[in-house]
């Protein structure tokens, strides 16, 4: 994004050491399994240790031959670490150098390759147990909301958002998404809700005010629960929307509909059929449910590096997955929609609102946090734009509810609930 | 629908037969395994064997000891045979008291009862090898053009309609179903399109006059593929739509969207990763693909005496068994949509049809030929009503493209591409 932290010294380029001419062909062999990405690698006395058959889109560097090492014995975890320490830096555009290396990769998994060198990866997720999910809910959610509002939305959504079109704003973009979601679950008037992660809490706040529905919502995390309850409070809605601090494993009550946006990625793929269970036990018969998550397009274990930085317990799961949640439990699938684009979309601007407020953020945390996050949130956009992460957006009900639209018309013709029901 | 083949003889009512007293009482235990349905069963003499608790919709009259008896062996698939053979008779609506019977079963399955008791039934699918498949649709489709001419379509498409609004016409509907699949596929004149299983080669005919596209089009019936040539030929389009009697395995050539409308229900799951292999080498970079099967909510054997008696080697998979198409090909899902009361609409519609033009069927085949086919379409009007059965439309594309609309609102808000492509 910006120089390079690492200071080449072009000098010393014709020095011989038989420790990275070791080092250039096991990078060379990587590079094959991963499809011969379109980037250059060099050392930081400027030596080049790799470089493309293709045009390339940018140049990474190494400090030394250590962060080499280190980086050929387990690249996927060790390349974000050793960006984030600055012993790793990238020339060009962040996105555009990730997107490519992922596109490669995606290519080159077509031919099998990439499997075989998956296959190798050792993932361990922790835990989401009760205990154990609050641990990690705490990690990367509690840092602090000071944090998360320079660079979200106004209304604080940290999940995808719905373009209409590409060029709205992502603070329209994002009420989009929640109308979106609100025409998918057919909220009528006085029904009642249950959200399971509901983040900030805005979009039980929105189904409230605009769609006349009472919502009880649960979150494990302290500081989003303090901050949803007051903001409920300001808005004067404190009695149309309930948060509580409580495992969505601990949901109770009967409700017309069932949501989840952005949780699901944190759940771990052995407790989707007692989620089933438990969203079974909370529907009406008439009762609609919406799950929106980050998924796969086939199963592999998540990125170690995302897996351990940044969202311990996380695995976003394939659609074949996911039916572990609603075929168990005797629900049918009415609409599932891929939003993958508008993920990448809405990545855009957080980066883009990330660069802009970066010296605010450093007077809260260290340039590491800042390379850090600068790194995820790249690699997202690159990650979503590559075709490596679909999102899905699953809408389901008891496979006997004939009380449905005959059509999805209503999702793109309709204005809110609120319009037609003359509560404006 | 009409009245009763059995003659009933009330003057026998009280004789006592020891064997009878056994058949109500396994018939009580079976109905209850089934939820209650509220039903009454009588014998042909008209003495009462079950009666349920709630208020009945229909009664069930069985002609005698031996029909009872040999039904209470295999319920779901004697019944199918007892009915045609006029040994089952059902007085009410038909399609009420099957789906009354399907949604206590639903209703039932939900607490395990009838999961246990299915775990009973024998499947066992005739096989859907190369020439396996030829036998089982040569069974089925090849029984007279002129029959299936009396009561679908006038364009002959024997696939779940699509109707914008629940009073359109089924001719329009269908015509509606073929744009609403031709929009979800995003097709653009002068691509080129490959269907696998093409019935009588109607949609092939539509997008090539209606979209500019070449279709290659694949079909295992002798009688369809014949019909569809010369189809072809009257309209001046044989230049634009190929059909070729052949298996979808044997697909070959690059095409930039790939299509296959009620097929899928019989190639069988253990074929299904093979379809996936043949579809990525048949589709272009920005290929996209889309397949429109009967599912299931959960994974279930067939029905055995459809799967017997109409339907050989038939078996309607779970979204989790179709994933087995994409996942390890590594295509990405861009959209899914269950159109399950658009099948029972479309079921209602040719049901009618049929009892309309039952004296000219008649002419061509025998009473129980009528009567299996009545019991085959208002079973499947009820299952599809009780909601046994969703109807799945599955749109797909590699993971990378990104040559995609950014929503779904051109299905619904676009007039037909060639009135955009000015082609009218």
């Known amino acids: 994004m910006n120089g390079s932290v690492i200071a080449k010294d072009p000098g ?65 975890l060790h390349f974000g670490d050793a960006y984030t320490e600055g012993n790793i830096d990238v020339e060009g555009d962040l996105v555009e150098v990730l997107a490519s290396i992922f596109k490669s990769m995606l ?16 993932s361990r997720p922790r835990l989401n147990t009760l205990s154990g999910s609050r641990d990690n809910i705490h990690d990367h959610y509690d840092i602090g909301n000071d944090f998360y509002r320079l660079w979200l939305d106004e209304r604080m959504q940290y999940t995808c958002a719905y373009f209409p079109a590409p060029s709205v704003t992502l603070e329209a973009a994002q009420i989009a998404k929640m109308d979106h979601v609100c025409k998918k679950l057919m909220l009528k008037p006085g029904e009642t809700v249950v959200e399971a992660g509901c983040g900030w809490g805005t979009l039980a706040l929105h189904m409230a005010r605009h769609y006349g529905v009472k919502v009880k919502a649960y979150n494990i995390s302290h500081q989003q629960v303090i901050s949803a309850r007051a903001q409920a409070k300001a808005e004067g809605l404190g009695n149309a929307v309930e948060y509580i601090e409580d495992d969505y494993r601990n949901m109770s009550g009967s409700f017309d509909a069932f949501v989840s946006i952005g949780m699901l990625e944190h759940v771990g793929a052995q407790y989707y059929r007692e989620l089933g269970q438990v969203i079974r036990r909370s529907l009406t018969e008439n009762g609609r449910g919406l799950i929106h998550s980050i998924g796969r397009n086939r199963a592999e274990p998540m990125n170690p ?61 260290d340039h590491k946090f800042i390379r850090l996050w600068r790194l995820y949130l790249a690699g997202s956009v690159a990650s979503f734009t590559a075709g490596n992460l679909p999102l899905f957006q699953v809408v389901f009900a008891h496979p006997d509810n004939n009380d449905l639209p005959w059509t999805r018309a209503h999702l793109y013709t309709e204005a809110r609930r609120e319009e037609k029901h003359g509560l404006l």
């Open 305 to 365: 590096w995302i897996e351990q930085r940044i969202f311990p317990g996380a695995y976003p799961p394939t659609l074949r997955e996911m039916m572990e949640i609603f075929e168990p439990s005797g629900f049918s699938i009415l609409d599932v929609e891929n939003l993958r684009l508008h993920y990448a979309k809405t990545l855009e601007h957080w980066l883009e609102r990330f660069e802009q407020t970066k010296d605010r953020i450093g007077a809260m945390f």
């Open 12 to 76: 010393s380029t014709f020095r011989f050491d038989p420790l990275i001419e070791i080092g250039k062909r096991l990078l060379r062999r990587e590079m094959a399994h991963l499809g011969d990405p379109p980037v250059t690698m060099v050392m930081g006395n400027g030596s080049t240790i790799y470089s493309s058959k293709g045009k390339s889109v940018g140049t990474i560097i190494f400090r030394d031959q250590k962060t080499l090492m280190r980086f050929l014995v387990h690249p996927e």
């Open 107 to 122: 290519t080159a998994s077509r031919g099998g390759l990439v499997d075989a060198y998956r296959a190798k990866i050792i």
